[in-house]
């Protein structure tokens, strides 16, 4: 496998995440457009853009279209529930997303850590590592890797993985090698973090999962700027937001972190996420993907 392998991130084309219905995509037509676009992967969000009982389809696309399924996204947040029913109910998604990436031929089952103001940064790891510690013995014995993405929003406020530092907690906190990173730096650059050198350098043994985003602050004046923001795409914090831009048009050195990710040996995907209005969608996604291939051999 070439150390870097591009992946597309179909969340854009779930309902939730477009603005109408015009650019909605069918799994036929999701597999069918990551192959037009060139791309041998991608990266499908269990409970957005299927369902259990689409996994029978989903096999038959991928030897129909020749693409195959870098990762599952469960759709989790592990620090989200509260009660013994909710976490029950969490920890039941997390699972059937492993068994689904098993049966895709995935490595990777990917989460999110979530907002919690009733519990301790300190209980909150405590509390992931003893309420999810069967998925993180299936993952195991599957041969997956959980990949708990860094988030941002203007509504997260100080979860745990809106900083380098406290990713680090986490991941170390847990303890498991079935429970690494997916690393985000358009979303830790939103954060005030500085994603590349500072994080990646601080959490690279843990990285196994990339996505490609560029940004830039968000301006007003700029008619783009402010579609984003009526589509809600924007990013980051209310006091500092971001807008998604197409990759190598951004403040983000990402020539620097691709060029770092080869030299420290990372061999893996990463996805191509546009996080954009719905009618440029194509644009971010083969700009990001002409950005990889000069890396991609």
Same mark, same amino acid.
């Given at each position: ?82 009660? %013994?029913? *909710?976490?029950? $109910? +969490?920890? =039941? ?11 895709? #031929? ?92 500072? %994080?990646? *350098?601080?959490? $690279? +043994?843990? =990285? ?11 301006? #007003? ?77």
């Amino acid at each position: 496998m070439s150390s870097i392998v591009p992946s597309i991130f179909a969340t854009e084309w779930a309902p939730s995440n477009l603005q109408s219905e015009k650019y909605l995509l069918s799994l036929d037509s999701i597999f069918a457009k990551v192959k037009s676009f060139g791309c041998d992967f991608v990266h499908l969000v269990y409970c957005w853009n299927f369902d259990k009982d689409d996994v029978a389809t989903i096999e038959t696309l991928i030897e129909r279209y020749n693409v195959h399924v870098s990762c599952v996204h469960s759709l989790t947040q592990l620090n989200r529930p509260n009660s %013994a029913a *909710e976490i029950e $109910k +969490e920890r =039941v998604q997390l699972s059937e997303a492993i068994t689904i990436a098993g049966r895709f #031929g995935a490595a990777l089952v990917a989460c999110n850590f979530g907002q919690n103001a009733s519990r301790t940064e300190e209980a909150a790891i405590a509390d992931c590592k003893t309420n999810y510690a069967s998925c993180f013995d299936a993952a195991a014995d599957s041969e997956l890797t959980i990949v708990v993405e860094n988030t941002c929003s203007a509504n997260v406020g100080d979860e745990i993985t809106t900083s380098a530092e406290g990713i680090l907690r986490l991941i170390e906190g847990v303890g498991t090698p079935s429970f690494k990173f997916q690393f985000d730096p358009g979303n830790l650059q939103s954060m005030g973090e500085q994603a590349y050198p500072y %994080a990646y *350098e601080l959490l $690279k +043994e843990h =990285v196994r999962f990339i996505h490609l985003k560029d940004v830039v602050k968000y301006d #007003g004046t700029v008619d783009y700027h402010r579609r984003a923001e009526t589509a809600r795409k924007l990013i980051g914090t209310n006091a500092s937001r971001y807008v998604t831009v197409p990759v190598g048009e951004g403040e983000m050195d990402l020539v620097g972190l691709i060029g770092n990710l080869i030299k420290d040996g990372y061999k893996g995907f990463i996805d191509v996420e546009p996080h954009t209005v719905e009618d440029r969608l194509d644009e971010f996604y083969t700009t990001g993907l002409n950005f990889l291939s000069r890396y991609v051999s």
